[in-house]
């Protein structure tokens, strides 16, 4: 497959290109994905997209957010088209029912998940964990997201995003 100026092949043949808890998911899970290797230093949406001829309505960004009410602390993740920004204040707050949200800080992202930051994918997050998808990214034919490291990104429908486990769609961009 191509996309862009990108040589893309299935995930599961590239595993040393996917963070270990990416990986795991996309095998037990049967996702079906493809991965290509990019320039890490490049891995960022918009650096990404012009670099490689990709569509920012063909990308998806996850961020990682905590929740907080009552002492308690929370993490999700919302995954949102790149062209958008997701209601981290309105809609996410609301639908974790939490007196606050935030982003959860680089550190605690990136130990949490086992996934590089920059790279961070909802594919193979920590048990537990609510993934809310955008309904933009519910319906897209594929997107690109992240492969849990910043050398790669995987391309992938958004049915399939939509179908994880943990998987809640709502119109949550802005």
């Known amino acids: 497959m191509t996309l862009g100026a990108l040589e893309w092949v299935p ?14 998911a996309v095998h037990e899970l049967g996702i079906e994905a493809a991965v290509a290797e990019i320039d ?3 891995s960022d949406t918009v650096e990404f997209c012009e670099r490689y001829g990709v569509a920012l309505e063909e990308s998806a960004n996850c961020v990682v957010v905590t929740a907080k009410r009552g002492g308690e602390l929370r993490y999700a993740a919302c995954l949102v088209m790149a062209d958008r920004r997701a209601d981290i204040n309105g809609v996410v707050r609301k639908r974790l029912d939490a007196r606050k949200t935030s982003f959860a800080p680089m550190a605690d992202a990136v130990e949490l998940t086992g996934m590089e930051y ?3 994918t909802p594919v ?3 048990e537990g964990w609510p993934v809310l998808v955008d309904t933009a990214v519910a319906s897209h034919p594929r997107v690109i997201i992240g492969s849990g490291v910043r050398r790669s990104k ?3 429908s958004g049915e399939a995003l939509a179908g994880l486990k943990a998987a809640e769609v709502l119109a949550l961009s802005l």
């Open 154 to 156: 995987l391309a992938v």
């Open 118 to 120: 920059g790279g961070i």
């Open 40 to 42: 890490p230093a490049l």
């Open 11 to 24: 995930a599961l043949d590239r595993p040393d290109l996917l963070a270990a808890p990416v990986a795991q």
């Open 124 to 126: 193979g997050l920590p």
